[in-house]
């Protein structure tokens, strides 16, 4: 079966850098998925990990370890819009079944 | 731009009632999935498709089942509905390269079962 375990908040101020953390039990593990939600929107996709190491995007980077089935979303310089909920959703368990974590709730302060 | 169409946003249905909903992709790919939203429970998988008539199940398939009988069109069934399965539904399609896990979502379909 599939789990994913991240904080369900974390909170933060404008400008520093936050870090949002995921484990994983995924079967047949290809790889890890960011998205972000905001309220009332659809979940949007960030970045996706299928090897070690960090991945970066603009202000956001991702960062995956097979061996420790372990993951995590970096914003930087954070901003007020950036406050959502965040995802990691592993893929894995054989035809590319993609399996979410409960969320993380960012809020971002002044 | 990637469109997936979800064909109610809102539904009132009462207990027992059937209910379909559909999701219409208007590009040519073979993974659909249909999750549902809770709050604190983040999305959870009903159902998926990797191609025409072919389902699998995800982690809390009981009390639903699904329908792909074209590439483009994949329906989610409530065969009798429970107050339980009010919730957020969405449906979602995999894009792009193959094996990067991205996922383009429609705009949710929230059914409320009196």
């Known amino acids: 079966g599939q789990s994913l375990e991240q904080p369900s908040e974390v909170t933060a101020v404008e400008g520093a850098i936050v870090q949002i953390n995921c484990t994983y039990q995924t079967s047949g593990f290809y790889g890890l998925s960011w998205y972000q939600q905001h309220d009332g929107g659809a979940p949007t996709f960030l970045s996706y990990?299928?090897?070690?190491g960090l991945e970066e995007t603009g202000r956001f980077s991702s960062f995956l370890s097979r061996s420790d089935s372990y993951g995590y979303l970096l914003l930087q310089e954070l901003q007020m819009k950036d406050s959502a909920s965040y995802f990691c959703a592993s893929m894995g368990g054989g035809y590319q079944k993609v399996t979410f974590g409960t969320g993380t709730k960012l809020q971002v302060i002044p | 731009d990637v469109k997936v169409t979800q064909s109610s946003r809102y539904l009132v249905k009462r207990t027992g009632e059937k209910v379909f909903l559909e999701c219409v992709q208007d590009?040519?790919?073979?993974?659909m999935f249909w999750y549902r939203q809770d709050p604190g429970l983040g999305l959870r998988l009903i159902y998926f498709s990797y191609d025409v008539k072919m389902k699998e199940k995800g982690d809390i398939p009981e009390g639903y089942s699904v329908s792909r009988e074209k590439k483009e069109r994949f329906s989610l069934i409530l065969e009798s509905a429970s107050t339980n399965q009010t919730s957020m539904y969405l449906c979602a399609i995999m894009s792009g390269v193959y094996g990067t896990g991205e996922l383009f979502f429609g705009e949710g379909s929230r059914l409320t079962v009196l």
């Open positions: 590009m040519d790919h073979e993974n």
């Open positions: 990990n299928a090897l070690d």
